[in-house]
C-alpha cells in the first residue's frame, strides 16, 4: 500500500502557483520522497525528490517540513500542460519498487 | 534518444485467452518494470527484471509472467485472462544500480482490453 496521503484533485488558475501536499507520517529516516506526474495518454513522469532539505529543478519545487511528515509540490506558473495527475510516493535508496497511490488530479484553469 | 517503447499500442482479447506485451527500454538502462494501471487508480507494481531474472515481483498472480531477453527488452505475459485485467500495462527502465525513486523512465503503456 501506498505511504502517501494526497487530496484527490486541485484547481489551479494558468499562470499562478500550483500547491501539491503530501502527508507521509510514517516515512523513514532511509526514505526519500519522489514526485511524478502523469498526464493523460501517457506514462508517469519524473518530477523531482528529497530527503529532508527543500529542493529546485527546472520543473518545480519540493518544501519538506522539518519533521518530514509532510511535504509540497510546488509549480511556480501552471500552464496548461501541467493539467495531470500528480504522485507523491516514498521509498528508499535501494531497488524497492515505486508505489504509487491514487494522486491528486491537477487541473489548471484558463 | 528513443525513450521506452511498447506494443502493441491497443489490444482487444476474449477472456481466458493468453497475451504477450513486449518493451524495449531507454538506451543505456538495463532494469525493466512492468506495472498494471486500473481506470482512475495508481500504477501497480508487477515485476522487475534484470540480468533476465525476475529481481522482485509485486502481489500477482502466476498467471503474470515475464521474460527479459540478452538485449534488456523484456516481455510481459497474462494467461487465463479475466475481464479484470483490463488496464493500462505500463513498462518503466532505468540503469542499475540506480537506486530510489528516480531515474525511471515509462513508456506509454499497452491498453488491453479483455470482452
Known amino acids: 500500500d501506498a505511504k502517501t496521503t494526497q487530496p484527490p484533485s486541485m484547481d489551479c488558475a494558468e499562470g499562478r502557483a500550483a500547491n501539491l501536499p503530501c502527508n507521509h507520517s510514517t516515512i523513514s529516516g532511509n526514505e526519500y520522497v519522489y514526485w511524478y506526474r502523469q498526464i493523460h495518454s501517457q506514462g508517469p513522469q519524473y518530477i523531482i525528490h528529497g530527503l529532508k532539505n527543500n529542493e529546485t529543478n527546472e520543473m518545480a519545487s519540493l518544501i519538506i517540513t522539518e519533521d518530514r511528515k509532510s511535504s509540497t509540490l510546488i509549480l511556480p506558473h501552471a500552464t496548461l500542460r501541467d493539467t495531470a495527475v500528480y504522485y507523491c510516493?516514498?521509498?528508499?535508496?535501494?531497488?524497492?519498487?515505486?508505489?504509487f497511490g491514487k494522486g491528486t488530479r491537477l487541473s489548471v484553469i484558463a | 534518444d528513443a525513450g521506452v517503447t511498447q506494443s502493441p499500442t491497443h489490444l482487444i482479447k476474449t477472456r481466458g485467452q493468453q497475451v504477450t506485451l513486449r518493451c524495449s527500454p531507454k538506451s543505456g538502462h538495463d532494469t525493466v518494470s512492468w506495472y498494471q494501471q486500473a481506470l482512475g487508480q495508481g500504477p501497480q507494481f508487477i515485476f522487475q527484471?534484470?540480468?533476465?531474472?525476475?529481481?522482485q515481483r509485486g502481489n500477482f498472480p502466476d498467471r503474470f509472467s515475464g521474460h527479459q531477453f540478452p538485449n534488456y527488452s523484456s516481455e510481459l505475459n497474462v494467461n487465463a485472462l479475466l475481464l479484470g485485467d483490463s488496464a493500462l500495462y505500463l513498462c518503466a527502465s532505468r540503469k542499475d544500480p540506480g537506486g530510489g525513486g528516480h531515474g525511471y523512465t515509462f513508456g506509454s503503456g499497452t491498453r488491453l482490453t479483455v470482452v
Open positions: 527484471y534484470y540480468e533476465e531474472e525476475e529481481r
Open positions: 510516493i516514498v521509498c528508499n535508496s535501494g531497488n524497492t519498487p515505486l508505489v
